[in-house]
């Protein structure tokens, strides 16, 4: 018989799940930065050593990035991060430009005081950079600032939609200027254009705020079309 109480079972069901969450997390986030870069074997060994974790995790961590596309599981050939092609680009921004639009409408129509405060301390931030910016750091402003509008649109449903479109597309970008440098030149442009997004949600001005997300999003995949 088992002498464990039902809340000793309950408690390393959670950790379990947690330790799980975090090993997802962590692939997740060296898959998107490219760290893991597409066509990279994952094997199970190697990343329970790597993460310092067991096997049960790191499996359900794999299938949880295959649910999202980061991962693609071969029976007979194994477990790989998925590539990218030109197909990916389209449908991916396809998808984001016309939510992630209505979502920074969204943010401009209900955005709270504390959250102007946060849009301001944000335009800051963007013009802070220096010319011409450095990439990490300007990408890691750039997820902030979506994350931001995600959740100054106040729909968690959207949220999750948009944070799992805009990981796609943040992969795309690592992966894209790593290979090609030259897409750095147009970043000083991305710098501008988010200022002026974000100014637009701070008036409260959505239809200015929706026309800028819109152009933003779009014009990046133009960007990465003309050098692929």
């Known amino acids: 018989m088992d002498a464990r109480m039902p809340n000793e079972d309950a408690a390393n069901v959670e950790a379990s799940s947690t330790l799980a969450e975090r090993t997802y997390l962590q692939l997740r986030e060296d898959i998107i930065t490219a760290k893991l870069a597409p066509g990279t074997p994952l094997r199970e060994t190697e990343l329970m050593r790597r993460l310092d974790v067991g096997r049960t995790p790191v499996r359900e961590a794999l299938l949880k990035l295959q649910c999202d596309g980061f991962v693609d599981v071969n029976g007979r050939r194994g477990t790989f991060v998925t590539n990218i092609d030109i197909s990916d680009l389209s449908a991916i921004y396809e998808a984001r430009a016309r939510i992630e639009s209505w979502a920074t409408r969204l943010a401009a129509e209900r955005l709270r005081e504390p959250e102007r405060r946060e849009a301001q301390d944000l335009i800051k931030e963007l ?38 479109y805009h990981n796609l597309s943040l992969r795309i970008l690592h992966v894209a200027t790593r290979r090609f440098p030259e897409l750095m030149l147009g970043l000083d442009a991305v710098l501008h254009e988010q200022t002026l997004m974000l100014e ?29």
């Open 127 to 164: 013009a802070a950079f220096a010319a011409p910016p450095e990439r990490e750091p300007l990408l890691a402003l750039d997820r902030r600032i979506h994350r931001f509008i995600y959740r100054a649109a106040k729909n968690p449903y959207l949220y999750g939609t948009l944070d799992h």
């Open 200 to 228: 637009a949600v701070c008036r409260g001005d959505g239809e200015t705020a929706e026309r800028i997300a819109l152009h933003h999003v779009l014009s990046f995949e133009q960007d990465v079309r003309r050098v692929i």
